[in-house]
């Protein structure tokens, strides 16, 4: 496949020297300076990346980092993710990106497995015990007890790029951990790069990101689409690229507001938390074409008011269903008239849309015979993709128990709809017969304007669902509850609480496993959990 009128995307490792030497005209925007480069400020040019990568290559190699050998990064949410496995991969190791979200005791486990050479981090996150593993550790942005400074490293000779064999071990990223202890997840050059990212890569019309687009990121870079995202968007050359480190509305607006973007890819939680931005008379938001959200799901409200912000005449939001393990599976479009409010139940972002024409195929399944069901039955979803991962580290047998031949078990309940688009009902892990917790939840937000965020808890037999509130306002006028749910099924009286109290994973999905064990100690779950 030839993309983009040039050779096709290669691996992290010599991408931004290609760029360079391919003249790209790209600069590069940060919300705040890099962690590993914290005095070189917030601009960059596309040939200073590349030299940052070519210096962070030396100082791994100088760190005795060699092919093959396991790095992990555990630091601050920040971009410089994606360059430290640039900086990894350019000597043929491994890096493994864990976010800094991740529990201590989770931490432990997960470093136990990969047996790292090196971990990468910096002060904040050491300070927080990412130190306390008895992993050589190297610290990006000044000394730190126990730990080696990267000045000690700095200054020596520039290793060449080593080649690896497409189908070896290129990136390891983590599973979100919403329904337990995250997976770690092994992606070659193959799965990520020539498939994942030089599917995205192509010219697509209307939702490829063009030369004259102002592209912006706000996600959760120790995820693996951190590493997709960046090499297709900068393949595509555009004119400016975006980073926010920070979903914090005041830490986020300077950078938004100073470059307005034209396509932007957010977390559903930053979304969420950026409606307000969206509402404002002066938004930054004026000049977008293209949203983009994948990681989870997304409700009608949020849509409705990123596309209300936008001053173009039509702007599209594309809602993706994928996994970490075998990346985008469904697309969906969304105009301002798909999203209008109506006098209906049903929520309008459940459907996810069809399998990535030529790419992807979906089965539902019933759990108990794995058989496919017919249209319009729940059943278990399986996928089969080409850019589906290599396995788990250190847990192949947990791998091995979700595929049948070719088949991935997602773990997600849903419907295939007679015009053959998916319906998202429920990880399974999280069901409740007969309901669908996330259809719930989007009516609770289509009718209470005030919620940040709502999630609805199955609570075993016997006993009605149980909602968790988070509000704008910190309060909840029960009239209106009462009102907003009268001819749902029954719910129990709601949980109310803040935002900073609800347990998040690295990519801003709610913990519910978290919630369930604080909240319903000792209540049967529906689910059985067999595909987590």
């Known amino acids: ?200 890569a192509h010219r697509w019309p209307v939702v490829s990101v063009r030369r004259e687009d102002t592209a912006a990121s706000a996600i959760a870079f120790a995820h693996g689409r951190a590493v997709s995202w960046s090499i297709s968007a900068l393949w595509a050359r555009p004119r400016t690229v975006l980073l926010v480190a920070d979903a914090e509305p005041s830490l986020a607006a300077p950078l938004l507001r100073a470059h307005r973007p034209t ?24 000049d977008l074409r293209l949203c983009i959200s994948t990681f989870d799901a997304v409700h009608p409200p949020t849509v409705r008011d990123f596309l209300a912000a936008s001053r173009r005449r039509r702007p599209i939001w594309v809602q993706g269903l994928g996994q970490t393990e075998t990346g985008p599976l469904t697309f969906r479009v969304l105009t301002r008239r798909s999203v209008a409010e109506r006098e209906q139940r049903h929520p309008t972002t459940r459907d996810l849309g069809r399998p990535v024409p030529g790419w992807v195929g979906l089965r539902v399944v019933d759990p108990e015979t794995m058989r496919p069901v ?53 990880r399974e892990v999280d069901m409740i ?38 509000t704008r306002g910190g309060e909840l006028d029960l009239r209106r509850w009462r009102h907003a749910v009268r001819d749902l099924p029954p719910l129990a009286e709601p949980l109310l609480l803040g935002w900073d109290t609800l347990p998040r994973t690295g990519t801003g999905k709610v913990c519910r496993h978290q919630l369930r064990s604080r909240y319903l100690a000792g209540v049967a779950a529906h689910g059985t959990g067999r595909w987590t």
């Open 374 to 426: 017919r249209r319009g039955e729940p059943g278990v979803v399986l996928a089969r993709t080409p850019g589906l991962c290599s396995g788990y580290e250190g847990e192949q047998e947990r791998w091995q128990a979700k595929l049948t031949g070719r088949w991935f078990n997602t773990g997600d309940l849903g419907v295939r709809t007679r015009t053959g688009s998916l319906r998202l009902l429920d």
């Open 433 to 470: 017969p007969g309901l669908s917790c996330v259809e719930l939840e989007d009516v609770l937000h289509d009718r209470l304007p005030e919620l940040a965020e709502a999630v609805v808890l199955a609570a075993g037999e016997g006993r009605p669902p149980l909602p968790v509130l988070v």
């Open 263 to 286: 396509v932007l890819e957010a977390l559903p939680a930053t979304y969420m938390r950026w409606q307000p931005l969206a509402a404002e008379p002066d938004t930054p938001f004026a």
């Open 1 to 200: 496949m030839r993309l983009l009128g040039g050779p096709r995307p290669l691996d992290p490792g010599p991408l931004f020297e290609t760029l360079a030497e391919r003249g790209s005209p790209t600069v590069v925007r940060l919300s705040r300076p890099l962690d590993l480069a914290p005095e070189a400020g917030c601009t960059w040019t596309i040939p200073q990346l590349a030299e940052l990568v070519r210096e962070m290559s030396a100082v791994l190699t100088a760190a005795k980092v060699r092919p093959g050998d396991r790095v992990a990064i555990h630091k601050r949410n920040h971009w410089d993710y994606a360059l430290l496995t640039s900086a990894a991969a350019r000597i043929g190791a491994v890096p493994a990106l864990l976010s800094h979200r991740l529990a201590p005791e989770a931490l432990a486990v997960l470093l136990a497995r990969l047996n790292p050479v090196l971990l990468v981090s910096d002060r904040y996150t050491l300070a927080l015990g990412g130190a306390a593993h008895g992993v050589r550790t190297l610290c990006l942005d000044g000394p730190a007890t126990g730990a080696i400074a990267l000045d000690a490293l700095r200054g020596g000779p520039v290793p060449a790029v080593h080649r690896r064999p497409d189908d070896e071990p290129l990136v390891i990223n983590h599973t979100s951990g919403t329904t337990g202890l995250p997976k770690l997840v092994i992606h070659s050059t193959t799965s990520l790069v020539r498939r994942l990212s030089g599917i995205e």
